[in-house]
Every structure is written in C-alpha cells, then in structure tokens.
C-alpha cells in the first residue's frame, strides 16, 4: 500500500509556476503643456491628446512594438494603440495634474485588463514591497507607516479570476530628512503570494 501511495505522489502532475505577467511602463506627456496641481489631494483629471513613450525594461528586453493595451488603473482608463518607435499617439486620454502621476501600464494586445477591488492583504503586500524601495530609504517600521500612510492603490485583473494581477500607487516615492519630498507613482504585479516592482 506504502509503494502504490508513492507511485501516485511521482505520478502526480507537478503545477507549474504561473508565468511572469507581461507588463512594461510607459508615461503620457500632453500634448500641449498642463501646469501641474502641486497641492491636489485628490485626482485633477484633464482630457488631452498626447503620446505614450513606451519605457524600455531595466533587464534590457526589447519593449514591444505594434498594437498593445495601455492602462492608467488609478484614473479607471484602459485604451488600445500602437507602438511606433517607442511611442503611442494618443488622440484623447485622461491626464492627471497632479504632480508625478503620469505613469502608465503598457500591456499585451490581447489582453483583457478589468477593474477590481485590492484586496486588505494585496494593499499590505504591496506596502511591504514598498518599504524595501532605495527611493522611500525608509528603514524603521514607524517612518515606513508614515511613508506609506496616504497611498492610493488601484489594480487590475489580467487573468479573468477576480484578483488583482497589476497594481498602480499613488503617493509619496522619496523619502528623506524625516518627510516625503516628493510624490509619483509606483508600478507592481503579483508573483504568487508576493508583489515585485516592475522595472
């Protein structure tokens, strides 16, 4: 009985790792010039024609080129284009002014992204991710709460499953000398139970 319990365990199909999500970034630059809204506590949305600079990965891939999916999770905006040398020419998007939030995700044409909720654990998984970034330096348990304590966190499900695959932030992305002095963006998707930065 021991060997035939065995034999079903090696024979058992071993689950294969899910593979890496393919996502690049991007940033809209309007096409005419917007003054930025440096005390905007909440979104100050414009429509602007503009165009999508497709940023090339920091592990020296090649991004990609021809039709893709474009995302801006925090304003609830997903558009299709098409690479051109490196950019999308975009005849209507939704521009945010406030400062540093002008990020995008840049996805696969095929893909459908759709909106959902993060979850309590996503945002604190993604937080915790966070804390580990050069750019917040932010070391201690006590300056990382307060690093992270007003970030705004939006997601999408790639997959079709109701769970966040992406996730976009808002907040603030440089600390030093005991405050933020800067706010932007940062990138992320979930590998397995974890988040990872997209570079």
Same mark, same amino acid.
């Given at each position: 009985?021991?060997?035939?319990?065995?034999?079903?365990?090696?024979?058992?199909?071993?689950?294969?790792?899910?593979?890496?999500?393919?996502?690049?970034?991007?940033?809209?630059?309007?096409?005419?010039?917007?003054?930025?809204?440096?005390?905007?506590?909440?979104?100050?949305?414009?429509?602007?024609?503009?165009?999508?600079?497709?940023?090339?990965?920091?592990?020296?891939?090649?991004?990609?080129?021809?039709?893709?999916?474009?995302?801006?999770?925090?304003?609830?905006?997903?558009?299709?284009?098409?690479?051109?040398?490196?950019?999308?020419?975009?005849?209507?998007?939704?521009?945010?002014?406030?400062?540093?939030?002008?990020?995008?995700?840049?996805?696969?044409?095929?893909? /459908?992204?759709?909106?959902?909720?993060?979850?309590? *654990? !996503? %945002? &604190? @998984?993604?937080?915790?991710?966070?804390?580990?970034? =050069?750019?917040?330096?932010?070391?201690?348990?006590?300056?990382?709460?307060?690093?992270?304590?007003?970030?705004?966190?939006? /997601?999408?499900?790639?997959?079709?499953?109701?769970? *966040? !695959? %992406? &996730? @976009?932030?808002?907040?603030?992305?440089?600390?030093? =000398?005991?405050?933020?002095?800067?706010?932007?963006?940062?990138?992320?998707?979930?590998?397995?139970?974890?988040?990872?930065?997209?570079?």
């Amino acid at each position: 009985m021991r060997a035939l319990a065995l034999l079903a365990v090696l024979a058992a199909p071993v689950s294969a790792a899910p593979a890496p999500i393919k996502a690049w970034l991007g940033t809209f630059a309007p096409a005419q010039r917007v003054d930025p809204c440096g005390d905007c506590k909440a979104p100050k949305v414009v429509p602007r024609p503009g165009t999508v600079r497709v940023l090339p990965p920091a592990d020296g891939a090649p991004p990609p080129d021809g039709d893709v999916v474009i995302a801006s999770p925090l304003l609830g905006l997903v558009v299709r284009g098409r690479v051109d040398g490196g950019r999308v020419a975009m005849a209507y998007f939704a521009f945010d002014q406030r400062d540093g939030d002008d990020g995008v995700i840049v996805l696969p044409a095929d893909t /459908v992204a759709r909106f959902v909720a993060p979850s309590p *654990a !996503d %945002v &604190a @998984a993604i937080k915790a991710a966070l804390v580990r970034d =050069d750019a917040l330096s932010v070391g201690q348990r006590g300056t990382a709460l307060k690093a992270l304590k007003d970030l705004e966190v939006a /997601v999408l499900d790639l997959d079709g499953d109701g769970k *966040a !695959d %992406v &996730a @976009a932030t808002y907040g603030c992305n440089s600390w030093g =000398d005991g405050s933020c002095q800067s706010r932007g963006q940062f990138f992320l998707a979930r590998q397995g139970n974890k988040w990872v930065e997209i570079e």
